[in-house]
C-alpha cells in the first residue's frame, strides 16, 4: 500500500452471521484492541441489513463505518423485499459491499446489475466496496487479468471522474474466499496492479494513484501484513477473520506499516 497516495481501508463483512448482543459485544471489545487505528487506515463494519441501526450506534464512538452487503439497484418503489441506498444511507450506512462473488454465484447477480447498483449507491451518498475476481477454473486457464480487468470496467460503466473516488475495489479470487487458500502476495498485487491500469485508462494516472483496492480471500492474522505490505493492495476485505474482535484488530494492527 501506498500511505501518501491512498486511503488504507479495512473492512469486515460479517455475512449471514451475528445477533444482536453479539455485535454489541464484538464493538465494544474491538474498540480498546485498536485505540489509534485512525492514525494508518479505515475500519468499516458490513453487517447483515437487520444489525445496522444497531451498528451505526455501536461503532459510532470508535468512529468507524458502517457498511450493508448488499442493496437493490432500485430507488423506492414495488420491489418487495429489497433495501435502497437511500434507506441506508438514511440509518447512517456509509459504505455498500456491491457484487460479492457470494451474490453474483447465489443470487444472479451480473455486471449489469452490479453496474446499476454501483450508480445507484453512489448516487445516495453512499461509497461502494465493489468486489471482482475469477474462479479457480478461470485462473488457471490464464484469463485472471483479462476477466477482472472486464468486470471492473462494466461495473464502473458512467461513473463519473468526480465520483470514482468514493469507489473501493475489492479484488477477491473466488476460490480463496472462506476456503483457506490464499493468493500469493505477488499473485494478489499483479491483479490488483493490472486493476489500477484499467483504472488509469479510464480515469488518468492521478485518478487511478488514489483508489483504493483492497484484497480478499481467507486473510487473517497471519498472512494480512505481507498481503498490505504490497504496493498496490490499500487494504483487506475480510470474511471469517473479521468475526471475532482479536483477529480483526489483528488485522488493522498489521496495516500499521
Ligand atoms: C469475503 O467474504 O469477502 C471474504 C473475503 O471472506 P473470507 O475472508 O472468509 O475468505
Not at 445496522?52 to 432500485?74: T, W, Y
Not at 448516487?123 to 472486464?150: F, H, W, Y
Not at 484499467?198 to 498481503?227: H, R
Amino acid at each position: 500500500m501506498n500511505r501518501q497516495l491512498r486511503q488504507t481501508v479495512i473492512a469486515g463483512n460479517w455475512k449471514m452471521n451475528m445477533l444482536t448482543a453479539e455485535a454489541k459485544a464484538f464493538a465494544d471489545a474491538l474498540a480498546p484492541l485498536v485505540p489509534d487505528y485512525k492514525n494508518w487506515c479505515e475500519v468499516v463494519i458490513c453487517a447483515p441489513f437487520v444489525l445496522l441501526p444497531d451498528a451505526a450506534k455501536n461503532f459510532k464512538g470508535m468512529d468507524a463505518g458502517v457498511g450493508a452487503q448488499n442493496m437493490s439497484e432500485h430507488p423506492f418503489g414495488a420491489f418487495t423485499g429489497e433495501i435502497c441506498a437511500a434507506q441506508l444511507a438514511d440509518i447512517g450506512v456509509s459504505h455498500v459491499i456491491i457484487g460479492h462473488s457470494e451474490r453474483r454465484e447465489y443470487y444472479g447477480e451480473n455486471d449489469c446489475t452490479v453496474n446499476a447498483k454501483v450508480l445507484a449507491a453512489l448516487s445516495a451518498g453512499l461509497k461502494p466496496i465493489l468486489c471482482v475476481g475469477e474462479s479457480l477454473k478461470q485462473r488457471e486457464t490464464g484469463v485472471t487479468n483479462d476477466l477482472v480487468s472486464m468486470q471492473v470496467k462494466a461495473a464502473l460503466h458512467g461513473v463519473s471522474p468526480d465520483s470514482i473516488r468514493d469507489v473501493i475495489i475489492a479484488y477477491e479470487p473466488v476460490w480463496a474466499i472462506g476456503t483457506g487458500m490464499t493468493a500469493t502476495p505477488e499473485d494478489a498485487q499483479s491483479v490488483c496492479a493490472a486493476i489500477r491500469d484499467v483504472l488509469k485508462g479510464i480515469y488518468g494516472e492521478d485518478a487511478a494513484q488514489s483508489i483504493t483496492i483492497q484484497y480478499g480471500g481467507s486473510m487473517n492474522d497471519k498472512n494480512a501484513f505481507e498481503l498490505l505490505s504490497q504496493p498496490d493492495i490499500d487494504g483487506g476485505l475480510i470474511g471469517g477473520a473479521s468475526l471475532k474482535p482479536e483477529t480483526f484488530a489483528a488485522i488493522i494492527n498489521a496495516a500499521n506499516q
